[in-house]
C-alpha cells in the first residue's frame, strides 16, 4: 500500500526509552493505510511540541499504547490515554513488560512474542484495530478505503471478515464495488461475495468475460 486513501491516524503512546521499537512499528504500519504518531519522531524541535501532541491527539482514531516497565508511571502517558479516553476512541494496549494500570487497567491487553517482531506485531496491531471496526465508524470507514489499496485475495478477505455483520451505507458500499472494479485483488477474492452479493458479482463478471 503505497499512496494512502482516507489513512487512519494512530497514535503510538510510548517511553522514551522505547522509541525504537514505536519507531519500527510505525514505519510497518504505514503499509496498512495508516498514518502513525510518534512524537519523538514527528516532532521537529523548533515546534511547540506539546502543541503537536494535542493537535494529534485531538484527530487520531486510535491510540497504541506500548506499555514498558514505569509507562503507568509517567505524566505524560498517562496524560495521553486520559485524553484519547475522554474522547472516546478506541485503544490497544500492547504488553510488552508492564500489565495494563491506571486508566487502562480494565482494558485486556495483547502480549506479543518475544522476541518482538515489529513486522510480525504491525499486522497483529492491524488485525486488533480492524476487529473495532463494529463498534467505530471511522474504523469501519478505514477498513473500507483499504479494499482499494488491497494487495492480496487475503488481505481483501481479511478486510471482509473484518465487516462481517455490520451494515454498510449505500456509500460505502460503492467504495467496494469501485475497489471491485479497478483491483484484481479484490474482485478475484472469495469472500467479497459476502458483501456484494453474488447476483453482483455475477453480472459484472460477465461484462468483463461474456460467453
Given at each position: ?50 502543541e503537536e501532541i494535542e493537535n494529534f491527539l485531538k ?68 488485525e486488533l484495530i480492524q476487529g473495532k471496526a463494529s ?11 483499504c479494499f482499494h489499496l488491497s494487495h492480496s485475495f ?58
Amino acid at each position: 500500500m503505497t499512496q494512502k486513501n482516507n489513512p487512519l491516524h494512530l497514535f503510538i503512546s510510548h517511553l522514551s526509552s522505547n522509541k525504537r521499537l514505536a519507531t519500527e512499528l510505525a514505519e510497518h504500519l504505514e503499509k496498512y493505510n495508516i498514518n502513525p504518531f510518534v512524537a519523538h519522531e514527528d516532532i521537529t524541535p523548533t515546534m511547540a511540541w506539546q502543541e503537536e501532541i494535542e493537535n494529534f491527539l485531538k484527530s487520531t482514531h486510535c491510540l497504541l499504547a506500548l506499555l514498558n516497565t514505569g509507562y503507568s508511571k509517567s505524566t505524560w502517558c498517562n496524560q495521553e490515554v486520559g485524553f484519547c479516553l475522554g474522547r472516546g476512541i478506541p485503544l490497544i494496549s500492547f504488553k510488552i513488560e508492564e500489565d495494563p494500570m491506571g486508566f487502562i487497567g480494565k482494558l485486556q491487553a495483547y502480549t506479543p512474542a518475544q522476541p518482538i517482531n515489529p513486522r510480525w506485531e504491525a499486522y497483529k496491531i492491524v488485525e486488533l484495530i480492524q476487529g473495532k471496526a463494529s463498534q467505530f465508524e471511522s474504523i469501519r470507514s478505514w477498513v473500507v478505503s483499504c479494499f482499494h489499496l488491497s494487495h492480496s485475495f487475503y488481505a481483501t478477505n481479511r478486510l471482509c471478515s473484518a465487516l462481517d455483520g455490520i451494515s454498510l451505507s449505500e456509500g460505502e458500499i460503492e467504495q467496494i464495488k469501485n475497489a471491485f472494479n479497478s483491483n484484481s485483488q479484490v474482485s478475484g477474492a472469495n469472500d467479497v461475495v459476502n458483501i456484494l452479493g453474488e447476483e453482483w458479482i455475477k453480472a459484472k463478471r460477465a461484462e468483463r468475460w461474456p460467453s
